[in-house]
């Protein structure tokens, strides 16, 4: 599973930093790596990263949860930790130019959105970069494998081409617009990143024996090993077939993770064939 950055690393804080120190290292490092300003190409993944950190760690419950557990503390693809456990996080202050809510740097004024404190900061030029955006809801699969949509905006047709492995907030550029995707959630798989989490029950007698079972992945299903003795919630990891990479060459891994089915009925044969069992 792909490994997360430690939080106050990512932010050039110690663990006892103070709230204000925090928020002050927070506003420099979000100004630094704004996409916006920093045309850097992973200036946008670690943006993202500085603004997970700084949710985190602003809020004294969630701070105290990540010191004592990291970031098994948190769920969903934001928030990294457990990806079985549903929703999804986000930071208090995102790239998009018309995020709602309050001013996380602080002091006396609201900023209403991104490009109002670069304007504050560097002047009025960012207001020039205003331009408008649409939201689109997407299926878990069309952002996994891409696909291809016509859309009706201001009254023409446009064709969006959904690249294979997008996800939340993944934004394309069109000459008088820009489309983000919002990526609903699906019933089976959860996704952290690249990588693609499934739960699949298996028996009792599978777990203690061993055998092959069969597991659904964002192609065909697969028939997979199973060994014998394996524990409930065991993680088995197979490789390259998770999500595309998206500005790469790749794929992430699906992890299935075993979960090991008591029957909650015995007839009274089985009964006295677990008791035979219990007793050698």
Do not use: C
Request: glycine share 12%.
């Amino acid at each position: 599973m792909a490994t997360k950055r430690d939080y106050y690393e990512i932010l050039g804080v110690k663990k006892e930093a103070t709230k204000a120190e925090i928020k002050s290292s927070y506003r420099k490092m979000a100004l630094k790596f704004h996409p916006d300003k920093n045309k850097a190409k992973d200036a946008e993944e670690k943006f993202k990263e500085i603004n997970e950190a700084y949710q985190v760690l602003s809020d004294d419950k969630k701070k105290t949860q990540y010191d004592q557990f990291g970031h098994a503390a948190f769920s969903g693809a934001g928030g990294g930790g457990n990806p079985f456990a549903g929703g999804q996080q986000q930071g208090p202050f995102t790239w998009s130019y018309n995020s709602s809510g309050g001013n996380p740097f602080g002091g006396g004024q609201d900023f209403g959105d991104a490009f109002d404190i670069f304007e504050q900061f560097f002047g009025g030029a960012a207001r020039a970069q205003r331009r408008t955006r649409y939201s689109m809801r997407i299926s878990f699969m069309e952002a996994a494998k891409g696909a291809e949509k016509e859309v009706d905006i201001e009254g023409k047709k446009h064709t969006i081409k959904i690249p294979a492995g997008a996800n939340d907030g993944t934004r394309l550029r069109f000459t008088d617009f820009d489309v983000s995707f919002d990526v609903a959630p699906h019933k089976e798989f959860k996704r952290d990143g690249y990588d693609v989490f499934i739960d699949k029950k298996i028996s009792y007698m599978t777990a203690a024996l061993g055998g092959k079972v069969e597991v659904k992945t964002l192609n065909d299903p697969l028939n997979m090993k199973v060994r014998a003795g394996t524990q409930s919630h065991t993680l088995v990891r197979l490789r390259g077939e998770g999500i595309q990479h998206l500005r790469g060459r790749g794929k992430g891994d699906l992890y299935v993770r075993l979960i090991v089915e008591v029957p909650e009925k015995l007839s009274k044969k089985q009964k006295e064939l677990l008791k035979k069992l219990k007793e050698l």
